[in-house]
DNA sequence: CTAAGTGCAAATGTTTTGCAGAATC
DNA sequence: GATTCTGCAAAACATTTGCACTTAG
């Protein structure tokens, strides 16, 4: 069992836990399958949206693409065309949406989990918990439902949010 | 403890379990307390939505008001303002987004419950299980969080999409 | 009376789409 | 070489907003 963060023996360089085969290389496959093809533009978004394990919604990941790669960009339309490709393939998923967007993140190479959503300074706290799925899969046998996916967003104040700026007496505003 | 559907002893013609007030009241008491006032738009609003238990987008409740109430109509922007205002006064809640639109439901004299969405025929099942908000009310105290509520959608098939149609064996299209 | 609410039409902002040229297999 | 992609600009769509008129308290 497997708990590092380094790479491990695989098909690729990048390759972390529970990867069979590295991203770019599964979502060939994917769209080798549907007799459709790999691109240029298409390797720039996968290997964007797996050099780190962020959040991120269409218009904060055209950012990182304008910025990161030397002014190589991609389309705002590919980009859409392609994050849609990327949750069929199952690389991505939507896991909330915020401000009328929807956020994404890795759905491959990374065990399942849902979110604490702070409502306030709009972080994403990210936790894992078996027994909710038990009882998932417990409802869906009872109904004969077959589940295929989940999302579960929990609303509320995460920690700093919750008490007023207590630990920084010092410059008050006294008016 | 109450499981009957009948209206209980309560301030109002219409105040099934669980509620103190009329939904009406309750509409006209939180408006009050922030300076707003009750017109008939918004009883109308109000009484349409809690005339029966079901799911609604912003259109649906308009084609409902449009048709039930003898052509009286309420402006689309009147249904936007009063839903947001709704949602604030705890009245209703977003429960899951199909289609690009939000889906509504009540969230006041009714108990707590999830959904199971049919990507096939896009039914929403409720269920209710306790143990859920458990396990989230232990992981958020552990993270310091407050809950203020959640939304959990479980997307699938539902049981009769699951199968295809095998119990139709009549008429067989032999092309 | 005065502040708040409504309806209308126009605006917003994200995501989608039609099409001509570019690129993959 | 044919089919699939891309980028662009325009479209689509649900939702929001500005404004003049209406209405509740």
Request: aromatic letters at 6%; charged letters at 30%.
């Amino acid at each position: 069992m497997t708990v590092a963060t380094a790479p491990e023996a695989a098909s690729d360089s990048l390759t972390p836990i529970g990867m069979a085969v590295a991203p770019l290389e599964r979502y060939r496959e994917f769209l080798a399958s549907k007799g459709q093809r790999m691109t240029s533009e298409r390797t720039i978004i996968v290997e964007e949206i797996f050099s780190t394990h962020e959040h991120f919604d269409a218009d904060e990941l055209i950012a990182r693409l304008t910025r990161v790669r030397g002014g190589r960009r991609v389309s705002r339309s590919t980009i859409y065309r392609n994050l849609s490709l990327l949750e069929e393939a199952g690389l991505i998923r939507k896991v909330v949406r915020k401000d009328d967007r929807e956020i994404f993140e890795h759905d491959y190479g990374y065990p399942k989990h849902d979110h604490l959503v702070c409502r306030q300074c709009g972080n994403l706290i990210e936790f894992h918990n078996e027994a909710i799925n038990e009882v998932l899969v417990e409802i869906a046998r009872q109904r004969g439902f077959r589940i295929e996916g989940h999302r579960l967003e929990v609303q509320g104040l995460c920690d700093s949010c919750c008490r007023p700026p207590q630990s920084r007496p010092k410059k008050l505003n006294l008016l």
